[in-house]
């Protein structure tokens, strides 16, 4: 995507969750996003099929880069040296979630925040899941990944709306009750 496609796809990120912040997704249209954005609607539609995509597109864009194997260094943070570890990998998904606060907050304020939620646990199984295998619980791994995917999903809504803590705070508090702890 060059320079030109970025910008306006970024508008209309930006149109998008500020029509959240006033409407509910139901009630938003797509000719709102585009008089928001300031765009032709044949520049909406070369980015997005409709705004259930865009929804999609926006996950997506949060949670492609938070959830690869390689990490690059960030504006905000360094996680590319550092050892793969359950702390390291939580504290990088919440500097990400932090950078993109101002979306998530917008998203989870409103019915499209369940379908955030919901990609958001898809990726969480997929971190959670190897390192479950090395606890011990006496618990079925199933219930314990619903449970850690479940949990921290929360804790990630509850942050959202209480940001006087750090990613590594949060960090350390899903940590403290967690088998992650007693795993690592």
């Not at 409709?50 to 690869?68: M, Q, R, Y």
């Amino acid at each position: 995507m060059d320079r030109r496609q970025k910008k306006t796809r970024q508008a209309i990120y930006d149109a998008f969750t500020s029509l959240l912040e006033k409407k509910s997704f139901s009630n938003i249209t797509v000719q709102e996003i585009i008089d928001e954005a300031d765009i032709g609607r044949s520049t909406f539609y070369s980015h997005f099929e409709t705004k259930d995509d865009l929804l999609g597109a926006l996950c997506s864009e949060i949670f492609d880069h938070v959830f690869a194997e390689n990490l690059a260094k960030e504006n905000t943070h360094d996680f590319s040296e550092r050892r793969k570890d359950m702390e390291g990998e939580i504290t990088h998904i919440l500097y990400h979630l932090q950078d993109s606060s101002r979306y998530i907050r917008r998203i989870l304020s409103c019915e499209s925040g369940e379908m955030f939620m919901a990609y958001f646990k898809e990726c969480l199984k997929r971190v959670f899941a190897g390192e479950l295998e090395k606890a011990d619980s006496g618990v079925p791994k199933e219930y314990l990944l619903n449970h850690m995917v479940c949990d921290f999903a929360e804790t990630v809504r509850w942050w959202m709306k209480n940001d006087a803590y750090t990613p590594e705070e949060i960090t350390h508090f899903f940590l403290s009750t967690t088998p992650f702890q007693k795993a690592g």
